[in-house]
């Protein structure tokens, strides 16, 4: 069974900054991708920040400059940095992994189950 665990969220002021992690674990073969989605209230979640196995990086619009996705491969883990965070930002953060189990050698997109980012002006 493939786990992500995320933590890093919490409440913080307008123009700070937040380091968000994600770990999978259990029986990975490998992990194809990695990204944060982020859902606020009444709206859809989106998209924030994904990154693949070979580096290539993809980022919303609005978090653009503000936001870096990394991941560190031997952890199995992905990060979010946010710098400059605006009271827009605030939603919960969702992790999500594309997966080769180890055991089925299935590959299947994995979700955690988020974690609260408030930021307050």
């Known amino acids: 069974q493939v786990q992500l665990v995320e933590s890093g969220g919490g409440l913080v002021q307008a123009g700070g900054s937040l380091r968000l992690s994600c770990a999978a674990s259990?029986?990975?073969?490998?992990?194809?991708?990695m990204g944060w989605y982020r859902q606020a209230p009444g709206k859809q979640r989106e998209l924030v920040a994904a990154i693949t196995s070979g580096g290539s990086t993809n980022y919303a619009d609005s978090v653009k400059g503000r936001f870096t996705i990394s991941r560190d491969n031997a952890k199995n883990t992905v990060y979010l940095q946010m710098n400059s965070l605006k009271p827009e930002d605030t939603a919960v953060y969702y992790c999500a992994a594309r997966i080769t189990t180890a055991q089925a050698m299935m590959e299947y997109d994995y979700w955690g189950q988020g974690t609260q980012v408030t930021v307050s002006s």
């Open positions: 259990g029986s990975i073969f490998s992990i194809n991708a």
